[in-house]
């Protein structure tokens, strides 16, 4: 056999194996992503009627043999949010499943072909459709109506409340609520501001821009008006985003609260949260619910508004690899452990060792 033939069956044998080693490679990784976004849980699709349309929904119950399931319903946030948020929900389903409860969340009106849209919504549309949630929730042969409790983020701090005054209500958790709509959009503006170093003519342009658009809310201002007045400076405004804006912006849970005197409250809080001022938070859920002494603080020193790690969710490279080979490594450590812990005995917090005493268009 010639050197010219050999040399070519050795170069071949070198690219198949080289091939194989990456398709073993990538069979791996394609192996561990699997196993990481696998969850001890069932999930299952359902439909919920509400107001004359359908609500489309994802239940996941536990794979723990029992008939019956406490419940937790998951009250998005601000934005355009589906059932799983993208399966960032996932990993806390997994925590609750472990607890021994399933989980219910929905597609906002809108979004993923579900009917409606969630920027027509009041704070007390939002309450309504989740009480209408909770009553078909409580049918279900499968789900212990007495032991049903809410899990909110950040807006839905506006509108956990208002369902605990619709339904009873077994437990909440709080993750990064607000308590006023203008404090927090100022609190979150100038935040944003300081971290990106602005000077003092931004500041001061940004801060008449931001009174400019609470005039025109307070006069109920038409989109155009809003439009005219910023010189087509919208920043990224939408005529369904300023109706929204217009039907929410005085929402105050100050005096809602109130309803969720003597229900379990976990009220979770990160360290590094630009959006929302923590400390006020904190404060006024203390003011009005620490007399029905059901109140538990935690505190994540390192984590932001979406109670993910920090140090991960500044980079949209770490984000992105943490979410597909290890998604539970996302959130702060302890929170998952933490919100399971609290729905082990919430009558107790979780865990006496958790108890504290009182220490985005922004307008």
């Known amino acids: 056999m010639c050197p010219t033939t050999q040399s070519r069956r050795r170069g071949l ?3 198949v194996w080289s091939l194989v080693a990456v398709l073993v490679v990538a069979a791996g990784l394609v192996g561990v992503v699997l196993w990481q976004n696998s969850y001890a849980m069932h999930e299952q699709r359902v439909s919920i009627r509400h107001g004359g349309h359908t609500l489309n929904g994802v239940l996941a119950t536990p794979k723990d043999g029992r008939k019956h399931h406490g419940l937790v319903v998951y009250i998005h946030g601000d934005g355009p949010i589906n059932a799983t948020h993208d399966d960032g929900y ?3 389903w997994e925590a609750n499943a472990k607890a021994g409860y399933a ?3 929905w597609d906002k009106p809108g979004v993923a072909g579900a009917p409606g849209n969630w920027l027509d919504q009041s704070m007390d549309d939002r309450a309504d459709e989740a009480a209408a949630a909770i009553t078909w929730a409580r049918a279900r042969p499968d789900i212990d109506g007495d032991r049903i409790g809410l899990w909110g983020a950040s807006q839905a701090g506006w509108v956990l409340p208002k369902i605990a005054a619709k339904t009873p209500i077994r437990f909440v958790i709080a993750v990064s609520p607000a308590i006023n709509w203008l404090q927090q959009g100022r609190h979150n503006l100038l935040a944003e501001l300081r971290a990106d170093g602005a000077s003092a003519a931004r500041t001061k342009a940004a801060i008449a821009k931001s009174d400019t658009t609470r005039r025109l809310l307070e006069r109920h201002a038409t989109f155009e008006e809003y439009v005219k007045a910023t010189r087509g400076d919208t920043d990224g405004m939408t005529a369904d985003r300023w ?4 039907k929410n912006y005085t929402a105050d849970a100050t005096q809602d609260l109130r309803a969720l005197r003597g229900i ?5 809080l990160a360290g590094q949260d630009i959006n929302v001022d923590t400390a006020d938070t904190e404060g006024n859920y203390h003011k009005v619910l620490d007399p029905g002494g059901a109140l538990t603080v935690k505190r ?3 984590a932001t508004h979406s109670l993910l790690k920090q140090s991960i969710e500044q980079s949209g490279v770490k984000t992105t690899l943490t979410a597909l080979f290890s998604p539970r490594a996302l959130f702060a450590s ?6 399971r812990q609290f729905l082990k005995d919430p009558s107790r917090g979780g865990n006496a060792a958790l108890r504290v005493t009182p220490p985005r268009h922004r307008t």
């Open 13 to 15: 044998r070198i690219t």
């Open 103 to 105: 989980s219910l969340a």
């Open 300 to 302: 994540y020193p390192h």
């Open 90 to 92: 996932k990993p806390m």
């Open 334 to 339: 302890g929170f998952l452990d933490d919100q």
């Open 243 to 246: 109706g929204f804006i217009s």
């Open 264 to 268: 379990p409250v976990l009220l979770t």
